[in-house]
């Protein structure tokens, strides 16, 4: 059983920082690509941020400057840093990792279960 555990979530002025981490446990192989999701209301989930196992990361032009990414893959943990925080900014925001467990030989998309922003103007 794998399973991504977001936390770090909360209310913040507008202008303030937030650091989300996400946990992976469980029985796993190899972890590969990770990334940072958000959903907002009434709108689509977006890519927020991703890094490879090698430490890449891919930001959308959107979200380049005030995100960064990173992984300890000591831990088995992606971090978001979220600085200069918009009232736009708020959405629950879900972790996802490509993960190989134990048990499969093949690669699968596992999904935390999302963590509140809320920022406030």
């Known amino acids: 059983q794998v399973q991504l555990v977001e936390s770090g979530g909360g209310l913040v002025q507008a202008g303030g920082s937030l650091r989300l981490s996400c946990a992976v446990s469980?029985?796993?192989?190899?972890?590969?690509?990770m990334g940072w999701y958000r959903r907002a209301p009434g709108k689509q989930r977006e890519l927020v941020a991703s890094?490879?196992?090698?430490?890449?990361?891919n930001y959308p032009d959107s979200m380049k400057g005030r995100l960064t990414i990173s992984r300890d893959n000591a831990k088995n943990t992606v971090y978001l840093q979220m600085n200069s925080l918009k009232p736009e900014d708020t959405a629950v925001y879900y972790c996802?990792?490509?993960?190989?467990?134990?048990?499969?030989?093949?690669?699968?998309?596992?999904w935390g279960q999302g963590t509140q922003v809320t920022v406030s103007s």
């Open positions: 996802n990792g490509n993960i190989r467990p134990n048990s499969a030989l093949v690669w699968y998309s596992y």
């Open positions: 890094i490879n196992n090698s430490g890449s990361t």
């Open positions: 469980g029985s796993i192989f190899s972890i590969s690509a």
